[in-house]
């Protein structure tokens, strides 16, 4: 059975930061790229960053230079580092793991970026 456990979500001031991890369990993690989705109330889910099975990341311009995505292989995890959050940074924020041979998603982490 696949599990994507997501942490690290809460309230944070503007300016802030905070780092979401995610644990997968039942794949094979270092065959799967893995990704950050968010999804705002009222809004579509989208695409925040991505690391692949090789390392490479991308981001949506949104979040360029200031949050990192990064993944740690012998432990099953995958992070997001979000730093001077905004307001809009606002969302319920999901895990995805990716690969020909399926896609997984945790069950999300809220983050709230308020004074």
């Known amino acids: 059975q696949v599990q994507l456990v997501e942490s690290g979500g809460g309230l944070v001031q503007p300016g802030g930061s905070l780092r979401l991890s995610c644990v997968a369990s039942g794949i094979i993690f270092p065959l799967y790229a893995m990704g950050w989705y968010r999804q705002a109330p009222g809004k579509q889910r989208e695409l925040v960053a991505l690391v692949t099975s090789t390392g490479n990341t991308d981001y949506a311009d949104a979040v360029k230079g200031r949050f990192f995505i990064s993944r740690d292989n012998a432990k099953n995890t995958v992070f997001l580092q979000m730093n001077s959050l905004k307001s809009e940074d606002t969302a319920i924020y999901y895990c995805?793991?990716?690969?020909?041979?399926?896609?997984?998603w945790g069950q999300g982490a809220q983050v709230v970026v308020a004074s």
């Open positions: 995805n793991a990716g690969a020909p041979q399926g896609r997984y």
